[in-house]
């Protein structure tokens, strides 16, 4: 009971934390402080990171550039639900409620050519539905740490970047109804699987709404449930699994209308031990609309191909209306 309720008291905090931190005065400084999206499946192996997207994506001009020196501090937060109840209704339905809470802090330090991001994303959603109890259908716990230095040489936008990113979740993991006998199929838990990535690299930004990136990285994987071994291709006496790797990534980000935007990445590692068929990638789509100054509504759509989980492809496809608000 603790283990289901505790990311929501993770997030509750985090937002009382952030009220009482609140300045009395607007923060200075300008800056374009930029991480990836995530895809919610908890068995996709996470890649190099190229920091470069946004989650959610802003509607602003994704091309600016930091101006002033020093701190630029954010926390967004965001919830969304569903609710429907049918009593005697003759097209039938199954009553269900269904809430997603999401916290994003961000903090960028400029110094001449150097900048510091870092950044804390968590979501985590469930819904209880008549005959099926409570689910799971959100689930993410990611920290990132990104250090860059500037090389700009005839006017290109080339910088030199080095990086240290965590992945994992909040909960138990479960493919529903695919287990024996019609049983909920137990796939993954708070660092079953984690995911820890020191990259360094060239990123270069051809254009104001798109980056590309190459590195070299180290990747550890951690399994530290047992049981759960098997299903990642783990000895059972084997907690963590090292690789080395080449990384690419590619981000844009485009805004379709006035409140309307886009934001797709490619990110990708190829081990330097296993065949370029093996190659992970993770391809993130995500179009947000704002309706008004505190609601929006976000299409995301998520392709990942991980072969130490699975051979077949890996699919996320979430639509939400909800409320954020930015705390600073």
């Known amino acids: 009971m603790f283990r289901t309720f505790l990311p929501w008291l993770i997030l509750y905090f985090l937002s009382v934390f952030a009220m009482a931190s609140i300045p009395a005065e607007p923060l200075s400084a300008a800056s374009l402080f930029t991480t990836s999206s995530s895809t919610s499946s908890p068995s996709t192996s996470s890649p190099s990171v190229a920091s470069l997207s946004a989650d959610p994506p802003s509607t602003g001009d994704a091309g600016e550039t930091a101006s002033t020196q020093g701190w630029l501090l954010e ?7 569903s609710q429907a109840s049918y009593s005697n209704w003759a097209q039938g339905g199954s009553n269900n409620i269904a809430v997603t809470g999401s916290s994003l802090f961000k903090a960028t330090y400029k110094q001449n050519k150097f900048t510091f991001d870092t950044s804390l994303n ?7 539905i008549d005959g099926d109890g409570v689910r799971k259908t959100d689930d993410k716990l990611e920290f990132r740490n990104r250090l860059s230095y500037e090389l700009r040489h005839n006017h290109l936008d080339i ?3 080095g990086s240290i990113n965590f992945r994992t979740q909040f909960d138990r993991g479960f493919d529903y109804d695919k287990g024996p006998g019609g049983m909920d199929l137990y796939i993954s838990n708070f660092m079953a699987p984690g995911y ?11 254009a104001k709404d798109l980056a590309l990136e190459i590195g070299m990285a180290l990747q550890q994987t951690f399994i530290t449930k047992e049981e759960l071994r098997a299903s990642y291709k783990f ?11 080449v990384t690419l990534a590619a981000t844009y980000v485009m805004r379709i209308a006035e409140n309307l935007s886009l ?8 081990g330097v031990s296993k065949s370029i068929k093996s190659t992970d990638f993770i391809f993130r789509n ?4 704002r309706i008004n100054s505190f609601m929006n509504a976000g299409l995301r759509f998520d392709v990942a191909y991980d072969d130490d989980f699975s051979e077949d492809l890996q699919v996320a496809q979430v639509l939400t209306v909800g409320v954020s608000f930015s705390l600073f």
Do not use: C, H, M, Y
């Open 286 to 289: 995500q179009i947000t609309g």
């Open 235 to 245: 000895d059972p006496d084997e907690s963590v699994r090292n690789e080395g790797g």
């Open 159 to 161: 910088n030199l970047f």
């Open 122 to 128: 968590t979501r985590f959603g469930q819904a209880k």
């Open 75 to 81: 926390w967004d937060l965001g919830f969304n639900g």
């Open 263 to 270: 934001n797709t990445s490619l990110e990708t590692f190829t």
């Open 196 to 206: 820890l990535t020191e990259n360094i690299g060239l990123s270069f930004v051809p």
